[in-house]
C-alpha cells in the first residue's frame, strides 16, 4: 500500500491480486516476484516462509501479558467450584512443569465468589457479635447466648446434608441461605431459654424447669419450623432455569432448619444441664443461697 499526495488530496494506492488467487496459503506460495535481472521468480525460491500463530491483539495486566480462558458452565452437570477444583489439580501442575513462569488466577464468577465469601464471613462473624449482644442484655447471661450461639454450626451441617441430598453443589446463594438461617435458629432456640428462665424464677429445679420448657414451646418451634420448609417446597421442586440460582439458598434454609431445630430441642437442655453442673461446681455457695429464698 502507497500514498500519493495529489494537489491538496491524498490518495491511497493499494496493488493486491484478485480474491480468488488469494485466499489459502497456497496461493501465497506461488507467488512471484521480479528478481534484479528483470525475471519473474516464485517466492520460495528467493525466501523461506515459516507458519506460526500470533496473535490479533494482546492484553496486558500491570506489565505483564495476560491470556484469558472462558467456558460456558452447564450448572446441571457441575459446579464452577468443581471446574476450578478440577483446573488446580490437574491443568495448573503441568502448566507450572512446562512454563514455570505461567501463573494461573481465577477471575469472572468465581473471583466474584470469593470476594463476596470473605465478605460474608466478616458478615458472619459481626453478626454473630450483635447477636451475642442483643442476646446477653434481657436473658441477663454471659453463658445462655453462647448456648445459643453453639447450634448456628448444627445449622450449617444440616444445610451441607441437605446439598448432598438434592444433589446440589454449594454455591453462593448456599452461603446467603446460611445466613438467613441463622436467624431462625437463634430465634427458636431463644424461645426455648426464655421459658427456661421463667420456669426458674418460679421455683422449679434445672430438669423440672428444663422439662416443661421443652413441652411447652415445642408447638412454637415446631410450626415455625413446618411453616418455613412447607413454604419453600415449591421453589424446593420448581424445575425452570430461572429458579435454579435461588434452589441452594432455599435447600440451606429448609434443611438446615429441619436440622437445626432437631438438635436443638435436644442439645439446648443437655448444654444448660451441663453448664448449671458446672456454675454449681465452681460456685456452691450461690446455689445455697438460692435453695433458700426459694423456700423462703
Given at each position: 500500500?502507497?500514498?500519493?499526495?495529489?494537489?491538496?488530496?491524498?490518495?491511497?494506492?493499494?496493488?493486491?491480486?484478485?480474491?480468488?488467487?488469494?485466499?489459502?496459503?497456497?496461493?501465497?506460495?506461488?507467488?512471484?516476484?521480479?528478481?534484479?535481472?528483470?525475471?519473474?521468480?516464485?517466492?520460495?525460491?528467493?525466501?523461506?516462509?515459516?507458519?506460526?500463530?500470533?496473535?490479533?491483539?494482546?492484553?496486558?495486566?500491570?506489565?505483564?501479558?495476560?491470556?484469558?480462558?472462558?467456558?460456558?458452565?452447564?450448572?446441571?452437570?457441575?459446579?464452577?467450584?468443581?471446574?476450578?477444583?478440577?483446573?488446580?489439580?490437574?491443568?495448573?501442575?503441568?502448566?507450572?512443569?512446562?512454563?514455570?513462569?505461567?501463573?494461573?488466577?481465577?477471575?469472572?464468577?468465581?473471583?466474584?465468589?470469593?470476594?463476596?465469601?470473605?465478605?460474608?464471613?466478616?458478615?458472619?462473624?459481626?453478626?454473630?457479635?450483635?447477636?451475642?449482644?442483643?442476646?446477653?442484655?434481657?436473658?441477663?447471661?454471659?453463658?445462655?447466648?453462647?448456648?445459643?450461639?453453639?447450634?448456628?454450626?448444627f445449622g450449617f451441617v444440616g444445610a451441607a446434608i441437605g446439598h448432598l441430598i438434592m444433589g446440589l453443589p454449594l454455591s453462593l446463594f448456599s452461603f446467603f441461605g446460611m445466613l438467613a438461617l441463622t436467624g431462625v435458629v437463634v430465634n427458636d432456640s431463644l424461645v426455648l431459654i426464655t421459658r427456661y428462665n421463667q420456669n426458674r424464677t418460679s421455683g422449679m429445679d434445672v430438669i423440672a424447669a428444663l422439662h416443661e420448657a421443652g413441652i411447652g414451646r415445642f408447638r412454637a418451634i415446631f410450626l415455625t419450623t413446618a411453616?418455613?420448609?412447607?413454604?419453600?417446597?415449591?421453589?424446593?421442586?420448581?424445575?425452570?432455569?430461572?429458579?435454579?440460582?435461588?434452589?441452594?439458598?432455599?435447600?440451606?434454609?429448609?434443611?438446615?432448619?429441619?436440622?437445626?431445630?432437631?438438635?436443638?430441642?435436644?442439645?439446648?437442655?443437655?448444654?444448660?444441664?451441663?453448664?448449671?453442673?458446672?456454675?454449681?461446681?465452681?460456685?456452691?455457695?450461690?446455689?445455697?443461697?438460692?435453695?433458700?429464698?426459694?423456700?423462703?
Amino acid at each position: 500500500m502507497q500514498r500519493i499526495r495529489r494537489d491538496s488530496s491524498e490518495i491511497r494506492v493499494l496493488v493486491q491480486n484478485a480474491r480468488p488467487a488469494r485466499n489459502t496459503v497456497d496461493d501465497l506460495l506461488q507467488t512471484r516476484l521480479r528478481s534484479d535481472t528483470g525475471a519473474w521468480v516464485p517466492l520460495t525460491t528467493v525466501a523461506e516462509v515459516n507458519g506460526g500463530y500470533v496473535a490479533g491483539m494482546k492484553h496486558r495486566l500491570n506489565g505483564q501479558t495476560v491470556n484469558t480462558v472462558a467456558a460456558a458452565i452447564d450448572r446441571s452437570v457441575v459446579s464452577p467450584v468443581e471446574v476450578a477444583q478440577a483446573v488446580t489439580e490437574q491443568m495448573v501442575p503441568l502448566l507450572a512443569q512446562k512454563y514455570p513462569s505461567v501463573q494461573v488466577s481465577f477471575g469472572g464468577e468465581l473471583e466474584e465468589m470469593g470476594e463476596i465469601q470473605g465478605g460474608l464471613l466478616r458478615a458472619l462473624l459481626l453478626a454473630t457479635v450483635l447477636i451475642y449482644v442483643l442476646m446477653a442484655v434481657p436473658l441477663k447471661s454471659y453463658s445462655q447466648p453462647f448456648i445459643i450461639l453453639a447450634i448456628i454450626p448444627f445449622g450449617f451441617v444440616g444445610a451441607a446434608i441437605g446439598h448432598l441430598i438434592m444433589g446440589l453443589p454449594l454455591s453462593l446463594f448456599s452461603f446467603f441461605g446460611m445466613l438467613a438461617l441463622t436467624g431462625v435458629v437463634v430465634n427458636d432456640s431463644l424461645v426455648l431459654i426464655t421459658r427456661y428462665n421463667q420456669n426458674r424464677t418460679s421455683g422449679m429445679d434445672v430438669i423440672a424447669a428444663l422439662h416443661e420448657a421443652g413441652i411447652g414451646r415445642f408447638r412454637a418451634i415446631f410450626l415455625t419450623t413446618a411453616t418455613t420448609v412447607i413454604g419453600l417446597l415449591p421453589l424446593l421442586t420448581e424445575t425452570s432455569e430461572q429458579a435454579q440460582y435461588l434452589i441452594p439458598a432455599a435447600a440451606s434454609l429448609a434443611f438446615g432448619e429441619i436440622f437445626g431445630t432437631a438438635l436443638m430441642l435436644i442439645l439446648v437442655p443437655v448444654l444448660i444441664a451441663i453448664g448449671d453442673d458446672i456454675h454449681t461446681a465452681v460456685f456452691p455457695g450461690d446455689v445455697a443461697a438460692t435453695a433458700q429464698n426459694s423456700e423462703v
